[in-house]
Every structure is written in structure tokens, then in C-alpha cells.
């Protein structure tokens, strides 16, 4: 079908112009293949109209359909379902859409349906569907819960997914996969599905994940699924904030804030900007310092984060659209979406972690189509410069992360049955089909479909004595359905895929509070095993009742905590840059008028003291040094892969060792390498060195290595929650998560005993290998290793390498002033 000339593509075109402004060939590219009928997926930067390519193609389609009497037909039923994972986007996207129709003098009308959605506006809707509807996931599955569903999406011509790079690889992106499979079986097939995305590495895999579905309903594949690629450069300037003085031993977190009186001329020069922090912590602090360095400041700079008030988020985001603020303090909390327009500059507090994530906060400055966008690199402390120039030169090559999609969610799958099950119920032949047509089930197995029948029916092979379990009953005709009231209701309440993270006290066994610890790090605890906590070092005991129970411990040596917040590991592609920036800096202290970053440059010295003292590694190699200080032996290694590849790599190492020779171990890690300590010498030398980072038996070893069946239990509850197997609560008396945590365990201890190949035991283990410990990526990093250079070194006093390392091993033991004057006390002996 050719566009042109049409009238709704000629419409279109004389609303642009009459506004000065005329269609992108992306957009008019997106057009055509909407209007042939298409599913595709559209790739734009940020600020350039990714919007307008699906909505002004769905105006398209209508008025093509009614030329005569598109702007007086009213009441014509869901034209266009926009799926965002945000609420705060929703408002912004609904006001550009409603300017649109009113100027081209339309009677559609746009609803939002979210948690915020008032109870009266969601009635109207439920009476009179309007033309537009932008909802959310876990509200489209509350709509697929409603009685009638399926006469809600009749009408419906085009289902558009904003963001789909942010749900893909989530959860929540399964929900999607979900809710689509279910409106296109109605539709039976009849209905263009479109996605929208940012730039990742895998957009033909993210496209296939997204229109699966599709797939059973036509004859072939040819010509059918597009990818509409933006062509648009987007200007990106990116610029360091350089410290006077390169700290020679460079120690995390305590260089951002010192470099704050570098930001004031920033946000002096700029209508708005836009400072992201990564923790929630930081931004506090960041908020508080830039208000004492500079008072006037007062009334013109906001804090935004996902534990702030939303009333006073949704006043800091109307503010920031409307150019009343002259700074924000965020974390990703407004890395999505939002048109801030106002904004000119981003400051990067800190590494950001992944290319992606860097372009997406580098684009909310310059939102506009044409505009440069400005961001600022701060660093937190010297060595963060390098991954400044490993970004810097990921972006020019356009290396960018991709975003793998999960399989196999049956947590997810137990809670959408239930969905289906209020509602008009389901009959499982069918379903089994449409289920399979999707990415993330395409490979469930028959067994495993009625495993999950006889779960939801039944209780399955552990839960069959408790009629709890005993949901979705088989009606006479084979339909399964729920019909307890008080089941649908508990079930509506709690439609979700996100589950907060938890906390657990920390006590003596003798009584006595301490503290408040993330659940995720005490479930790698062995008892026995030393952490410290407040400036105490304690040894571990047990869990009891959802509390850890501690005794003082006189060890020198114990677990730093890793809390959540610090949680974001370097991305696989920008630790492969930073080893090539190592080696181009490597190659510079042999070739100095060699021209290279300016980064690279200011770093220098560093470097310089690193080669002196022990080793500059090239991008093949691998460097371990040897040191022994009055705290015990150290062995420090440097693969450059992340803190979570590093932390499962710690626990390997030293479960290897221990085979060989009897020897405990602390482990402390950054994202550029981690350290075992021992009160003994460690056993590691060229005789031994590539076996013990062998591939070999990988998985044993890893369960060997950790908690395993602990961790596995902590992953549980989040799958429990999710698959409705522990009730929250109702709104207003949410349930403790000590009771949450306890109900999750005796769930996972009756399936371990009495079902041990229960499917979402299985799915916990899983998820442990491959989010926590990133299994993958380790193995992948043991191959580089065996096909490169191991560099052993001995140096005679701790390098720069080092240093942030042994820092980070004493932070809990002090607080902050203390730890400060500590590290200048080293770093001056040192000099």
C-alpha cells in the first residue's frame, strides 16, 4: 500500500506544516508499514519523535478507514492500546496525544489506566472504552481480569509498547508477552503489534520476543516483521569534571562530593539540569551538600527518587516540564521517558555502569530533534576517569549492551492463569497453544504444562492436603476457573511482577539490637562466617524467625556488606572496553607522545607508580599480586568483569584453594578486581594458576562454593509472592515481611522435602546462577583467561591498583571521618 497521497497521510502532513515542522523519514517509514497492516518494532534516540511514529500512524489508519467523517465519529471503541512501563510518562504522553487530536479537530479521546487511576475514572472507561488507552502492564493483566475482557479489545487496531528496551529481560516484560498472546488469540491475529525501543545490541531478538505471538497466524514470515531504524545522529558531547590533583592511591566514593564547587558554574550556565546519582543514599547527601554550598540555591533545586513522596514527585517532574527548577538530584528514577525540554545538561555522578544507561541520561538533555546533547562525567574517584574514555569510545563504535529476554518464568505463568481464571476462565489445550507461541514458554514441555494444572488445581505433589492451594476449580464443560470471590479478590490486589527488596534486623543471641541488613547479603553467609555491621565485627549464627542472630567476634578479618543500592555491576561491554583502555594505557607509558583520551592522559602518574611497583596489564592478560601486610597475605586479581562476576569469582577461588590446602579466607571486590585475605600464605603459582581459573566443573563448584540452597531460598520468596503462593496482605495492613519471608521458607523447605522437582524450586536456582552470580559471564571469563597471559606479581607494598580494594575492605569498620583519616594515613606512608 503506498501511503501518499491517502487521506489520512495528507491530513497528517498539512497539520505538521501549518506548524512549521515536517515528518522524519523514519516516521513516515514506521507509517507505511502500520498502514500495510505490519508488527514491527521502531528504534529512535531519545527526543526525536519515536512517539508521533506509532500514534500519528494509528491517526493514519482511522482516517484512511473514515475520510468523509473522521472528526465527528465518536465512542469507536479502543483504537490504540499504548503499553508504558512508567506511570510518570503516561501523563506527558496523554497531554502531547490529546494536543494533537484537538488541533486536528477529532472526538478521540485518551484515557490512562494505572495505579493512580481513581476508581470513578476507571468505571467511565469500563462504560465507554476511550479511542486511546495508556496503561500499564500490571494493569492491562488487571483488565484481562474483568469479565468481558475480550469485548474490550474488538475494536482494538494497534497495540504500541513504549520502552520495550527497560521491560525486555524483566519480569514485567514476560507480563507483556502475556497480555499480548491473550489479546491476539482474541483477535485472532487481526492486530498490528509495534514496539518502541531505544538502541541495544540485540534489536532483531527484542523485535522476535515482542510479535512471537504473531507467528501461528500467518503462512509465512516474508516481508511481514520490520525494524524502522532512525538514522538520526544524535549529537552527544560528553565531558570529564577533572579532580587538581590525580590521587595516586585512589579509594572509592569519597572523590564526588569533594569536586562539588565544579558543578556550581555547570548549573550556573544552564536553564536546567539534570544530576544522576546511582544510589538513593548519595542523592540525599549530593542534595544536602549543594544547599550548603550554596544556599541561594534554595526553592530552585529538588530531590527525585523512588523513596520520595509521589505527590511531591509528581510537583518536582511538573516543575522540571514547566523550567521552574534550576537543578534536580535523581538516581534512575528519571532515566525514562519524561519530555523535559527545559533540560540542557546531565552531570554523571559516578559510573553509570553500561553504555546504555549513559545515553539514555545523556538524552534527557537536548529532548528535542537537532539539539546537542551536553553531560558531564564526575568521577568518584580517579580510576572512575578510565571508564569515562571506555564510554566515550563505546559510544563512538556504537557498542551497546543488549538486553536478553527470560524464559521459562512460571511464577509469572501461575499468577497469569489465575488472571484468566477470574475472569472468563480458561480451557487448557488451547491455552497450552497460545502459551507456546510466546518467547519466554516456547520450550515449556507437556509435563511441565500439567505440573502447572495440577499446581493451581490441585497443590501439587506437596500442597495437595491444603485447600489454600486448591485455586482454579475444572468446571463439568473442562473450563478452569476460579469462582471464590475471596480468592479473585486477593488475587486482583496483588497482580504484579515487582517485589520490594528485604530487610532483616540484626541481633545478639543474647539479646540486643543492632541493625538493619539486606536479606540478599546474609543469604551467602555460612555461619561461622565474620561480617561487619555498625563497626562491629560479628560472626554469623543463624536466621531465626526472619532475624540474624550474631555473637561478637574478635576475628581480624570479615565480610564487607554489599548493600543493594551499590548494587549495579559493570556491563560485560564496558568492562571489554575498559581492558582496551588499560592496554592503550599500557601502550602509552611505552610511547608517550602516542596521542590517546585526555583521560588516559591526567591518569598518567598513576599508571607510571602501577608499572613501577608491579604491572600494567594488556587487554589478554590477567594480573594477580601477592602482598603481605601486617593485616595477613593478600591475593588480589583484576579481571575488569564487575562486581558480581567478581564476587561469585572470590567464593570459587578460595572454595579451590581450600581443596588443595586447609585455609579460610575474607573477600572484599570492586568492579575492577577483588581480594582474598588469609592469616597464612595462599597458595597460588604458575604450577596452578590456569587450573584453578578453569572452566571445568563451573556450576558444582559454584553451589559448592556459596550458599547456594540459602541464596536459592532468598530468590524463592520473590517467586512465591509472584505466583501468588503468599498472600501480602490486604491494602492498609501490609503483612510484615518477617511473615512473608517465614511462610516463603516453609514453602521451600516442604517442596525441597516433598517435591523436590518442583518447578519454581527450579526456577529459584536458576535465577541465582544466572542474575546473582552471573554464571555466563564467568565462564566466559574463565575461557578469556585460559586462552590469555596469567601475570603473577609480588610487590613490596600495596599499588593503585590495589588500593581501593583494601579500602573498601575496612569501610564498615569505621565511619566515615575515621575511615577518611585512616587512608590519608596510609596514603602518606605509602608515598
Known amino acids: 500500500m503506498t501511503l501518499q497521497g491517502t487521506p489520512g497521510y495528507n491530513t497528517i502532513l498539512t497539520w505538521l506544516s501549518a506548524g512549521g515542522r515536517q515528518p522524519f523519514a523514519f516516521q513516515e517509514e514506521a507509517w507505511a508499514h502500520i498502514a500495510a497492516g505490519r508488527s514491527g518494532l521502531v528504534n529512535a534516540p531519545t527526543g526525536c519523535g519515536k512517539t508521533f511514529s506509532v500514534f500519528l500512524g494509528s491517526l493514519i489508519n482511522f482516517i484512511n478507514q473514515h475520510p468523509d467523517d473522521y472528526r465527528i ?29 484537538a488541533e486536528l479537530g477529532m472526538r478521540w479521546r485518551v484515557g490512562i489506566r494505572n495505579g493512580d487511576t481513581d476508581l470513578s475514572e476507571r468505571q467511565k472507561q469500563k462504560r465507554k472504552m476511550p479511542e486511546v488507552l495508556i496503561i500499564t502492564p500490571e494493569s492491562l493483566h488487571l483488565l484481562l481480569a474483568q469479565k468481558g475482557y475480550q469485548e474490550v479489545f474488538k475494536p482494538l487496531k494497534i497495540i504500541a509498547v513504549d520502552e520495550w528496551h527497560e521491560l525486555l529481560g524483566s519480569k514485567r516484560g514476560v507480563q507483556v508477552e502475556l497480555a499480548i498472546s491473550r489479546i491476539v488469540g482474541v483477535k485472532e491475529g487481526n492486530c498490528t503489534v509495534v514496539g518502541i525501543s531505544a538502541t541495544i545490541g540485540n534489536l532483531e531478538q527484542a523485535r522476535d520476543v515482542l510479535l512471537a505471538s504473531l507467528q501461528r497466524y500467518r503462512q509465512q514470515r516474508v516481508d511481514w516483521d520490520f525494524i524502522v531504524r532512525a538514522n538520526i545522529h544524535k549529537n552527544i558531547h560528553v565531558e570529564s569534571i577533572f579532580p ?39 542523592s540525599e547527601r549530593w542534595y544536602q551538600s549543594l544547599l550548603d554550598v550554596s544556599p541561594d540555591l534554595a526553592g530552585a533545586i529538588a530531590l527525585h527518587h523512588g523513596s520520595v513522596d509521589m505527590a511531591l514527585r509528581n510537583w518536582v517532574e511538573e ?13 534512575a528514577s528519571l532515566d525514562l521517558g519524561v519530555d523535559f525540554r527545559p533540560v540542557e545538561m546531565v552531570i554523571q555522578v559516578g559510573s553509570p555502569k553500561g553504555v546504555a544507561r549513559f545515553l539514555q541520561r545523556a538524552g534527557r538533555s537536548g529532548h528535542q530533534p537537532g539539539e546537542v546533547s551536553k553531560i558531564f562525567f564526575l568521577p568518584t574517584h580517579s580510576l572512575e576517569l578510565m571508564e569515562a574514555a571506555a564510554l566515550k569510545s563505546a559510544m563512538k563504535i556504537g557498542l551497546i549492551e543488549s538486553r536478553e529476554p527470560m524464559m521459562l518464568c512460571f511464577d509469572v505463568l501461575i499468577q497469569y492463569l489465575s488472571t484468566l481464571a ?27 504444562w500439567n505440573e502447572i494444572l495440577h499446581f493451581i488445581t490441585a497443590g501439587g505433589a506437596a500442597l495437595h492436603q491444603y485447600d489454600e492451594f486448591k485455586k482454579v476449580e475444572v468446571m463439568p464443560d473442562g473450563l478452569f476457573k476460579i469462582n471464590s ?9 496483588h497482580i504484579g511482577t515487582i517485589v520490594s527488596d528485604a530487610m532483616l534486623k540484626v541481633r545478639f543471641v543474647t539479646g540486643g539490637y543492632i541493625g538493619v541488613i539486606e536479606e540478599y547479603f546474609i543469604s551467602r553467609l555460612s555461619p561461622g562466617d565474620v561480617f561487619t555491621l ?19 567476634s574478635n576475628a581480624k578479618k570479615a565480610i564487607v556488606p554489599s548493600w ?115 592469616d597464612q600464605p595462599i597458595p597460588i603459582d604458575d604450577t596452578n594458576v590456569y587450573e584453578l581459573f578453569s572452566p571445568n566443573d563451573l556450576t558444582a563448584d559454584i553451589q559448592r562454593s556459596v550458599n547456594s540452597a540459602e541464596m536459592a531460598r532468598r530468590k524463592f520468596r520473590d517467586i512465591a509472592v509472584i505466583g501468588g503462593l503468599i498472600f501480602q496482605g ?77 579500602v573498601d575492605s575496612m569501610r564498615e569498620d569505621l565511619s566515615s571521618e575515621k575511615l577518611e583519616d585512616r587512608v590519608k594515613k596510609m596514603q602518606a606512608q605509602l608515598r
Open 73 to 101: 465519529r465518536t465512542n469507536n471503541g479502543l483504537q490504540l492500546l499504548w503499553i508504558s512501563p512508567l506511570r510518570a510518562l503516561a501523563k506527558d504522553i496523554g497531554r502531547a496525544m490529546e494536543e494533537v487530536i
Open 244 to 282: 587538581d590533583e590525580i590521587e595516586k592511591y585512589p579509594w572509592a566514593g569519597h572523590l564526588g562530593l569533594k569536586l562539588i564547587l565544579k558543578v556550581l558554574p555547570i548549573l550556573e550556565h544552564s536553564r536546567t539540569t539534570l544530576i544522576f546519582i546511582n544510589t538513593r543514599g548519595m
Open 319 to 331: 516543575a522540571l516540564h514547566e523550567g521552574k527548577l534550576k537543578a534536580v538530584v535523581t538516581t
Open 422 to 448: 477470574i475472569s472468563e476462565g480458561f480451557l487448557p489445550d488451547e491455552l497450552f497453544t497460545e502459551l507456546k507461541s510466546t518467547y519466554c514458554y516456547a520450550d515449556m514441555t507437556e509435563d511441565e
Open 485 to 493: 470471590r475471596r480468592i479473585a479478590m486477593r488475587h486482583r490486589l
Open 534 to 552: 555498625a563497626g562491629r565485627n560479628l560472626e554469623f549464627v543463624m536466621i531465626k524467625d526472619m532475624t540474624a542472630l550474631v555473637r561478637k
Open 564 to 678: 543493594n543500592g551499590g548494587r549495579m555491576p559493570l556491563s560485560a561491554n564496558l568492562g571489554m572496553m575498559l581492558r582496551k583502555k588499560l592496554d592503550e594505557a599500557a601502550e602509552m607509558l611505552l610511547s608517550p607522545d602516542k596521542p590517546t583520551d585526555i583521560e588516559l592522559k591526567i591518569l598518567q602518574p598513576l599508571f607510571e607508580l602501577q608499572s613501577r611497583l608491579s604491572y600494567m596489564p594488556r587487554e589478554n592478560e590477567l594480573l594477580i599480586e601477592q602482598i603481605e601486610t601486617r593485616d595477613g597475605f593478600h591475593l588480589f586479581v583484576y579481571p575488569f568483569e564487575g562486581r558480581l562476576v567478581h564476587e561469585a569469582m572470590a567464593a570459587l577461588l578460595a572454595y579451590r584453594i581450600s581443596r588443595v590446602t586447609p585455609i579460610s579466607f575474607s573477600f572484599a571486590m570492586n568492579d575492577y578486581g577483588f581480594e582474598l585475605l588469609s
Open 730 to 806: 490486604y491494602p492498609g495492613e501490609h503483612k510484615k515481611t518477617r511473615h512473608l519471608q517465614s511462610s516463603a521458607s516453609l514453602l521451600f523447605n516442604v517442596f525441597t522435602e516433598y517435591d523436590p522437582d518442583n518447578l519454581l524450586i527450579r526456577q529459584a536456582y536458576n535465577e541465582v546462577m544466572d542474575q546473582q552470580m552471573e554464571e555466563v559471564r564467568l565462564r566466559n571469563m574463565l575461557e578469556r583467561i585460559q586462552q590469555g597471559k596469567v601475570v603473577l606479581r609480588w610487590p613490596r607494598q600495596l599499588t593503585p591498583f590495589c588500593f581501593p580494594l583494601k
